[in-house]
Structures are given as C-alpha cells and as structure tokens.
C-alpha cells in the first residue's frame, strides 16, 4: 500500500482537517486512510457504523458484500437505511447513503451471499477485512479466506445485550502473526445448542457501540497509529456495563495455520458447521395455501404455535402457543392421532420444534408452515399485523 | 471465594445470575460445581464425554486456561473466572 503520492483536493483537506491536526496522525495517516481498500462483510447492524464511519473517516476504496434487502425490523439498529430503503438491496441502499456522506470514496458493491466458490476472489483485492456477518458458517469462511490471503480480519459479533472485538491474522511491524478466529474458538458450537436467533434478539444501540470499536481497529490498522486488539479479545456487557479484555494466543493445533496445517483451500462452511447434516432428512411441509383449505374445508387437525408469547400478542392465526424451548416439555399437549400443523414466524424455528418431536418422541403427523405466519399474512389474511 | 462471570446468552441458565461464587480450588471442580447447582448449564459447557466445549472459552482473571494448566489450572479466592462462548450475531433477525 503506497501512500506517498496520494493528493487531498482543497475539499478534502478541509473535510479532513480535523483527523490531519491530531499530532500522532497528521496527513501521512490521512494518506494511507485514502491509499486504502478495506472490505465491509455484512452491512447491518455492525455493518452499519463500519461504514459509516470509515467513509467519513476517507478510507478510499470500501467494498461491501451483502445478499440481503432492507426490511422494516432492521431500522431499529441497521441506521445505514431509512424507510425509503425498505425492500431494496442492501448494499445499493448503503451505497446511495455512504456516497451522498463523502464522495471521494469509492465504493464497490457485491450483491451477493459470500461463500467459498467467491470469497477468495472478491477478498483479495482489499487490505483489511472488516467481518460483521451474523452466522458460523460465514465466520470461518471469512477467517479462513483471510489467513489464505494473508489479510487482517477485524472481527466483531453481538448476541443480546454482549459483544465481543478482536483484530485477527495481524502482522506487526516485526512480520509476527497474530492469533486468528480458529485460536480462539476452533469448531463451531453444532447447531440448535447456542441460543438461536428464536431466544435471541439484540438491544439496537449495541451494534452501534460495538461495530464502531470495530471501524476504530480497521484505522489503527491501516495508519499504524496505536496498538490494535491483536492478540486481545474483548468483551463488553451491555447490562452490567462491563469490560474485559483477554489474551489470546497462536495454538500450535490451529488447523489453518498451526505447526501442521490440514487446511489448504477453502473448504464447505456449511458442512462444517453441521448446517447440512441436520437438512438431510426433510420434513413434511404444508403451504398457507393448503392450511387455509384445511380450515375452509373443516378439516380435523391441530395447529401449534412455536414462537414467544410477545409474538403472539402482536398477531396470531389461532392455534395452540407452545414456545419453541418448551416444545419438548410440552410434548403431552400435542396430538399424535390427527394432523399437526407447526407455525412460527416464518418457517425456521417450527422446523427445529418439528425435529426435536420427532426425534424424541417418534412423531409422523407433524407438518411444517412454510413461510410462518407471515406467508400466511401475506397470501391469505393481509389485514392482519405483520411484525 | 472465586467469582464466576456468566455470559448473557447463558444467565437464563443460572436464573438470570451474572455473577456465582464458587468454593471449588481449581476449574475442573468450578464447571462441576456450576453444573451441580445449575443442571441446565451442563449440556452447554461439557460434551459428552465431560470435556468443556471447544467453542466455550475459560478465562482466568485476562489469560485463557488452555495456555495455563487447562482444567487443572488452580482457582484461588479472588480469581475471576469468565466463561465466553462463541457468537456469531452480527445483525440476527428473528426467523
């Protein structure tokens, strides 16, 4: 990364002037911000402030990977996106936003979901890699293609109201390798025993606290200004407004860039993670179509309702609630003689209740809502709340 | 007594207690005594065959216990013991 020769319009300098008049970083880390391509993964709640603080900040090149459209229950922390925004692409809704925040910055765009066929080609061409994606299986794709690449990955992930920050697969000055993410946690928790998206949900304001410590490594990174969080992982408790910073270390056993290393190339995420394994048997499915003419016709079945009685209470299409951590529990309730019609928002947590009763209890008259509630919403009953 | 630090995502495991004391003199006995008195923790931080999970982290007061005596490592009476498990949140909706 050359900056030598990097020139500010009259424009940028008064932009800038205040980052060029902190003594320790002055113009030459002004350059380098400007000389740099950093590559933004995600662009929601962690995304958000990544970006929108690096492109203030005039990091010259930003690219941004995202799959996803903004839908209304991501304003209340994705502040990249307005209501205007709702149902367009992510990253062309963060794009006409960034721009119209600093237009000396040049942004690239890659509507698409990150996985290992793309991700060594779109991550080589960037300097360092900001990670705020939401899963496992992206998480080690992502450290992965950056320990291949010889990248820095700045990691940063939230869980409620806990989030935590580290710099990984930092060289320092002195050419020393830091620990990356498969240091620290080296497999993946198999899927359904962390506490799913279903029990989960994050406090809005906590991404922004969180993905704004992350843009402050992606800098200090690229100027070289200050000590990074490499070889530190810290933690921040929103509740108990708590702190901690832990060491973290190379494991000569990390199988990417251990003592002996079994990973050459990028290798299938999902499989890794156990994501195909639990898809491979199906589950009976019922479209809001088909429910709708089980209920026209007067049909005999049983519906049950998966998700949190605050769900329910903000809209409901009958049914029993059994929230999907007390399925089990209340296995009693639910019939094993007629059909069984299993709902919940839209269709993934019914199908994890589905599994847990019938590997447990040997149920077959378990049918899956495809789509959830909000299918059914959408193609039966549009006058009722959809959330 | 050494003071345990329960995760947000797990509190509801320990009836929404952030912070345990335990008697126990090093970690090894700490997880047992956790899981002794909060049954619900166990699946979470031991697998099958009684090993913490490799996607749990301990630490002792700012250093990881598999860069000291792993489960061996001695807990003291004002040591700090976090449990930091893997998570993957960026932007979860709720599906």
Redesign the interface.
């Known amino acids: 990364m050359s900056f030598e020769n990097i020139n500010f319009s009259k424009e940028e300098l008064a932009r800038y002037n205040r980052h060029i008049i902190i003594p320790e970083f002055g113009l030459e880390a002004q350059q380098k911000l400007k000389a740099s391509k950093v590559l933004v993964i995600g662009s929601g709640g962690l995304g958000s402030p990544v970006l929108l603080y690096l492109a203030a900040a005039g990091v010259g090149t930003i690219g941004i990977v995202d799959f996803d459209v903004v839908d209304d229950s991501n304003l209340q922390r994705q502040v990249l996106f307005g209501i205007n925004e709702i149902g367009k692409p992510k990253v062309e809704a963060a794009k006409r936003r960034l721009e119209s925040l600093n237009p000396h910055v040049k942004f690239n765009i890659y509507n698409t979901h990150l996985n290992s066929q793309n991700a060594l080609d779109i991550i080589k061409d960037y300097d360092v890699i900001a990670d705020g994606t939401d899963n496992f299986p992206t998480r080690y794709l992502v450290n992965d293609a950056s320990v291949l690449l010889n990248k820095p990955n700045v990691y940063a992930s939230i869980f409620q109201f806990e989030g935590q920050v580290s710099v990984f697969n930092y060289t320092d000055k002195n050419g020393e390798t830091g620990p990356n993410y498969r240091d620290l946690y080296p497999v993946p928790p198999p899927p359904g025993l962390v506490p799913s998206c279903a029990e989960g949900g994050v406090l809005g304001v906590l991404p922004g606290i969180i993905g704004s410590l992350q843009a402050l490594e992606v800098i200090k990174i690229i100027t070289g200004v200050g000590e990074t969080l490499s070889g530190r992982f810290f933690i921040f408790d929103a509740l108990n407004f708590e702190t901690r910073t832990f060491n973290i270390k190379r494991r000569d056993d990390n199988p990417i860039n251990g003592k002996n290393p079994t990973i050459k190339e990028l290798i299938d995420y999902e499989q890794f993670c156990g994501m195909k394994a639990v898809e491979e048997k199906p589950i009976r499915e019922i479209t809001v179509r088909e429910l709708y003419d089980w209920q026209v016709v007067g049909k005999k079945f049983q519906l049950i309702d998966v998700r949190e009685p605050h769900e329910h209470n903000i809209v409901s299409i009958g049914g029993k609630l059994i929230p999907l951590a007390t399925v089990v529990n209340n296995a009693d309730k639910i019939d094993k003689d007629i059909d069984v019609v299993v709902l919940c928002k839209s269709g993934v947590r019914s199908r994890k209740a589905i599994r847990e009763l019938e590997e447990k209890f040997g149920y077959k008259n378990l049918y899956n809502l495809k789509g959830g509630i909000i299918a059914y919403i959408d193609e039966v009953q549009p006058e009722l709340t959809k959330y | 007594m050494a003071t345990v630090?329960i995760?947000?995502?797990l509190r509801?495991f320990t009836n929404n207690t952030?912070r345990l004391e335990v008697k126990a003199g090093n970690i090894h006995d700490t997880i047992r005594e956790l899981t002794t008195n909060f049954p619900d923790l166990k699946?979470?931080l031991l697998n099958e065959k009684g090993e913490v999970?490799?996607?749990v982290?301990i630490?002792i007061g700012?250093?990881?216990i598999?860069?000291l005596q792993q489960e061996k490592t001695a807990v003291k009476e004002d040591t700090v013991i976090?449990i930091?498990?893997?998570?993957?949140?960026?932007?979860?909706?709720?599906?």
């Open positions: 630090i995760p947000t995502p509801k952030a699946k979470h999970r490799s996607f982290n630490f700012n250093d990881d598999r860069n976090s930091i498990p893997a998570i993957a949140g960026g932007s979860p909706d709720q599906p």
